[in-house]
């Protein structure tokens, strides 16, 4: 593998985990603070099946994907017929895997950040005669802030190492959707041992200030 | 005041509250053990909390009515809310938690502004970090964040109960001057039967549930 190519291999595991992270963003952020602050009817559903990637195999959730957004698939195929819009098997299918896979991650965190600002300082803010997306936006999100972005650094590093639902929906295409995780596996299995340690490396030094970033703001939040 | 409860009724669990009273002083003590309820009913008068039964008038305008699910958020019913830990918002200085209550839409006026912070001596303390502020100046941010608002009912929930008793006599002459200078009315928490003396106009307790008049002196 050469140094370009390895460089590639980073720039696409980077991009498509922070776009991951970001385009699932507001719907965790809704639905975390629906889970934090109010109920509901279906509220055990929902949050059981928001959680299901965290303990399904990586690669039943990838087939679940590839069986909707494959060809075939019923929103894949719409797509593809009426648009010539293809999914499975591209970095869109990337972006799509590492995303389903953080969700869940991702507002569990942003549901423990929601539940620690105080119900009461939201409802004093309303007696001061603001609304809730007032309040909410002026009260309860800078409160969160910090387990927000811990929750976040969390998600990225969670869709960096992510290996099973990527595999089964985008496959290994060398430079379309080869991430870290994949390149690693791929060289091993094709006994460049050497390479696969280097990105073994590059993989580990990311995954670890991304974990680093979470933990510090997590202690720091947690301190009274 | 025109405070109307009639019929409410709110079972919590270790709480059991029935009340009707009509609030027609200008300032009411609420006198009542811990454990009573007396910030449940604080917390339903504000909005922030809805009752079982009943039904809340405030100035003739009907803030609850449970039998005809009606239910004004707590934005909507022009009430201040000192609460005992006073809340005040921890990512704001004290400046942003003084005007927090002020909306852009309102004719705003500075005399108004002027007249708080003059009277609750707010000037020195505005540009500073509102979690390093005394005891006492917390006290007097959030009495004047709850006035900004121009409240129809003010709410006081213990506001003296964190602070020494110097401390004390210096925060009563400013709700003192709230009382003459504003004419707010109030309701007026406290297990300090000497605060009631200086500040009401009449004197409540909350006994098994029930809210029942209770002598001042």
């Excluded at chain 1, 385009?23 to 929902?46: D, E, N, S």
């Excluded at chain 1, 290994?172 to 460049?192: D, F, P, R």
């Excluded at chain 2, 339903?44 to 008038?57: N, Q």
């Amino acid at each position: 593998m050469t140094n370009g190519e390895m460089l590639q291999t980073i720039w696409l595991t980077l991009w498509s985990s922070a776009l991951a992270v970001l385009l699932i963003f507001p719907a965790t952020v809704c639905l975390a603070w629906l889970m934090a602050r109010k109920q509901w009817p279906g509220k055990t559903l929902v949050d059981t099946l928001v959680s299901l990637p965290l303990v399904l195999p990586p690669v039943a959730t990838g087939l679940v994907l590839l069986k909707m957004l494959g060809r075939r698939g019923p929103l894949g195929g719409w797509l593809y017929h009426n648009w010539g819009f293809e999914i499975a098997f591209t970095s869109k299918a990337v972006v799509i895997a590492l995303g389903i896979m953080s969700f869940p991650l991702l507002v569990r965190s942003l549901r423990t950040a929601f539940e620690e600002v105080p119900v009461r300082l939201e409802g004093i803010a309303r007696t001061l005669g603001h609304g809730p997306a007032y309040v909410f936006f002026t009260v309860s999100l800078p409160l969160a802030k910090r387990g927000i972005i811990a929750g976040i650094a969390l998600a990225f590093a969670r869709a960096m190492g992510e290996f099973g639902a990527t595999i089964m929906v985008a496959g290994m295409i060398a430079g379309e959707t080869n991430t870290l995780s994949l390149s690693i596996y791929q060289l091993v299995q094709t006994g460049h041992d050497q390479d696969a340690i280097k990105l073994l490396a590059v993989s580990v030094m990311i995954a670890f200030m991304a974990l680093a970033i979470s933990n510090k703001l997590s202690n720091r939040k947690a301190r009274p | 005041m025109s405070l109307r409860i009639e019929h409410l009724k709110l079972q919590l669990a270790g709480v059991s509250l029935q009340v009707t009273w009509s609030f027609d002083q200008p300032v009411t003590g609420l006198y009542a053990p811990s454990g009573s309820g007396k910030t449940t009913l604080l917390e339903i008068i504000a909005g922030l909390r809805k009752p079982d039964a009943g039904v809340i008038y405030l100035a003739g305008k009907k803030l609850d009515d449970v039998s005809q699910r009606i239910h004004l958020p707590p934005n909507k019913r022009h009430m201040g809310y000192v609460p005992q830990d006073l809340a005040l918002f921890p990512h704001l200085n004290a400046s942003q938690n003084l005007h927090y209550g002020v909306q852009p839409a309102d004719d705003f006026q500075s005399e108004w502004l002027e007249k708080i912070i003059h009277t609750l001596e707010l000037s020195p303390l505005l540009h500073r970090n509102s979690q390093k502020l005394s005891g006492g100046e917390k006290q007097r941010l959030a009495l004047g964040r709850a006035l900004l608002t121009r409240p129809k009912l003010l709410i006081l929930d213990e506001p003296l109960s964190s602070l020494d008793e110097r401390l004390k006599n210096r925060i009563i002459q400013y709700l003192i001057r709230i009382r003459n200078e504003f004419h707010i009315p109030m309701i007026y928490v406290s297990h300090h039967k000497d605060e009631h003396h200086l500040l009401c106009d009449e004197l409540l307790t909350i006994e098994d549930g029930l809210l029942k008049p209770h002598p001042i002196n």
